[in-house]
């Protein structure tokens, strides 16, 4: 699939004014261009599982390669294009969102601009890319077991899961999630912020304090080499960190997987046999079949006692700090192997079952791959998560 904006004049879309627009990227990126809002408005790439009216909403699959175009914007969209954005089009993902290394081929594999032998990262990997590559200034994503903070954290950006529906899902696919959070990226963490007053009107800024920075540090499995890494930014950033416990942690990653599972399958179980899919997420979506109402209780029991867990760990500090991801991102050599991994989202998916905002910084690369910072606030507590962010991303030169 490509883009259907015309290259004959590259200078015509200069995204700033000076930068033109390169059409082999654009072309990996954007499944279809669009050009809509002010001419001078902030650029935005919109994940092709939100609606743009005139455009068809595919999700990155072929089953739904008919699927008519929507009459409406979704909501966030609208409140982009409300706030003077300008949307270039919608990106390609991992198919159905159902999948973490942005591996597509039938709507196309983006590249990693900032390390391009690695997965971009899924599923939100077109529009995390697209900014990596100064196409856009803003990318929109969804995020349902760490597809924002995933791709960000891959492609060295700043990523954002808001709090639980506090982003309108209206007009994105599916329709039902319990875990889903609409997000955005960006290549700076001022722009972070500047996204997300762009998608959510109720959104204030807070200028950053020069309090202490008080963080909790929840014991987690992860590389060493990322560990540590993690651990020397906090120092340099002069936090003063203790232990928290997240007791259920690790089944919190099992619940949201169990949730995830029942929710995608009744919303695309009727195309698991189509032919249609790509064999990655036809066995995912298949192995989903099986997911009892049995386990489904018992992940929301783990929900409830998992968010109270994150709530206890969160009071007297400013925010809980961890790695984004608890091992470096496979090659692209390894993914077109065969290779998975759904414990790469070990550190993300738990907070997308409790609900709770999580903001993610790209730190220096260790042995030449990405590290990326995970900060976890409390609901509603977006703008001053972001501060925190931006005052960490100040003290560090990010």
């Known amino acids: 699939m490509t883009s259907s904006l015309p290259f004959d004049d590259p200078a015509a879309n200069a995204i700033d004014g000076k930068r ?34 005139g455009l068809p909403t595919q999700s990155g699959c072929r089953a739904f390669a008919e699927t008519p175009a929507a009459e409406e914007h979704a909501t966030v969209v609208q ?26 081929d039938w709507a196309g594999t983006p590249p990693n601009p900032a390390f391009p032998d690695l997965v971009p990262g899924g599923s939100s990997s077109g529009s995390a890319a697209a900014v990596a590559a100064g196409l856009v200034e803003f990318g929109l994503g969804t995020d349902t077991g760490g597809s924002v903070r ?22 994105v696919a599916p329709t039902e999630s ?45 590389n060493p080499v990322i560990l540590a890494a993690v651990g020397r930014a906090l120092e340099t950033a002069g936090a003063e960190t203790g232990a ?49 109402p049995e386990a489904v209780a018992k992940a929301e029991g783990i929900r409830a006692r998992f968010t109270a867990e994150v709530d206890a760990a969160l ?31 070990l550190l993300i998916r738990p907070f997308n079952l409790s609900g709770h905002p999580a903001l993610v910084l790209p730190l220096s690369p260790a042995d030449g791959q990405p590290v990326s910072l995970q900060l976890i606030g409390r609901k509603g507590g977006e703008a001053a998560l972001c501060a925190l962010g931006q005052r960490l991303a100040t003290t560090l030169g990010l």
């Open 79 to 104: 409140s982009i294009l409300t706030a003077g954005g300008r949307i270039l089009g919608k990106t390609t993902l991992h198919e159905l969102a159902y999948g973490m290394t942005g591996i597509n």
């Open 178 to 222: 319990s875990l889903d959070c609409v997000g955005p990226m960006a290549a700076t963490m001022e722009g972070l912020i500047t996204a997300m007053a762009m998608m959510d009107p109720t959104f204030l800024p807070e200028d950053p304090t020069n309090s202490t920075i008080r963080l909790g540090l929840p014991k987690v499995e992860a």
């Open 150 to 171: 995933m791709p960000a954290a891959h492609c060295g950006l700043f990523g954002l899961k808001p709090t639980y529906g506090r982003i309108s899902r209206k007009g």
């Open 315 to 345: 009071a007297g500090v400013d925010a809980l700090a961890l790695p984004t991801l608890p091992s470096f991102p496979m090659t692209l050599a390894q993914a077109r192997a065969g290779k998975t991994d759904l414990r790469a989202s």
């Open 20 to 53: 033109p627009l390169d059409q082999e990227i654009f072309n990996a990126c954007f499944v279809r261009a669009a050009d809509l809002g002010p001419e001078a408005g902030r650029t935005w790439a919109v994940k092709d599982t939100i609606d743009i009216a």
């Open 244 to 292: 928290v416990s997240l007791p259920s942690l690790e089944e919190a990653f099992a619940a949201g997987l169990t949730i995830i599972n029942a929710e995608n399958w009744r919303a695309f179980g009727d195309i698991a046999d189509s032919g249609l899919l790509g064999p990655d997420v036809e066995a995912r979506l298949k192995k989903a079949a099986a997911t009892t």
